[in-house]
């Protein structure tokens, strides 16, 4: 099983919708979760993290996290071209290591 | 967050050779992250970089590959040592910064023919 896992895409939405990106982890001594943005040629950017179980909103993006069910999701409301990129989700593992999801590849259309 | 400078952005080396890849950030830190991405794939961790002590490996990457400097707090520097086309994929240094969040440098997209 690996450590983070992201649901396969790439995942196609029109603009204005919602787009939602999940992610699993198997170590629940996990307490921190990450999601970052990456444009193609360009180094990830942080989206935002989240700790406690529950919602976390900035802006457009929801984080949700359920550590009973070692879930976390990002909820991106009226969705724009300019949002098409590939998303990962990062787990804060031992040692303050990230380890990554492989990634959704997302394409908002106009 | 912090501001990092990674330099060289892409170098095309020729097998057999090596390339030092530097870090350098506009404030201290105390660990350092090298990972690479391969062409579609995601980000895997190669080592964690303490000042002070010897870096952290991840299981499949060695010191004799990829040896990392940390000279002081603000600065490291990761060499890929003869090199073979498998290594051709992008590296990146990241730190942790205030309020956990982990930022990236501008990556370094290596060529090895």
């Known amino acids: 099983q690996k450590e983070v896992e992201q649901n396969s895409g790439p995942l196609s939405v029109p603009e204005g919708a919602i787009a939602s990106l999940n992610c699993t982890y198997s170590?629940?001594?996990?307490?921190?979760f990450f999601w970052y943005r990456q444009y193609s040629g360009k180094s990830p950017e942080l989206i935002m993290f989240i700790y406690s179980n529950g919602d976390k909103e900035d802006g457009r993006f929801t984080a949700q996290l359920n550590k009973a069910s070692q879930y976390v999701s990002l909820l991106i409301r009226d969705s724009q071209p300019s949002d098409s990129a590939t998303y990962l989700c990062a787990v804060k593992t031992s040692g303050s290591r990230l380890t990554f999801g492989e990634g959704t590849q997302l394409t908002v259309n106009p | 967050s912090a501001v990092i400078s990674q330099k060289p952005s892409r170098d095309i080396c020729q097998r057999g050779t090596s390339l030092t890849i530097q870090c350098q950030v506009d404030?201290?830190?105390?660990?350092m992250f090298w990972y690479r991405q391969q062409p579609g794939q995601s980000l895997t961790l190669i080592a964690t970089a303490n000042q002070g002590s010897e870096a952290t490996y991840e299981s499949g990457f060695v010191i004799d590959k990829f040896p990392i400097s940390r000279p002081n707090l603000t600065f490291s520097t990761l060499t890929v040592s003869n090199m073979s086309p498998e290594d051709s994929s992008i590296y990146l240094c990241?730190?942790?910064?205030?309020?956990?969040?982990?930022?990236f440098g501008s990556g370094t997209r290596l060529t090895v023919v």
């Open positions: 404030s201290q830190v105390t660990m």
């Open positions: 990241s730190v942790m910064g205030a309020r956990d969040g982990y930022t």
């Open positions: 170590d629940r001594g996990s307490q921190s």
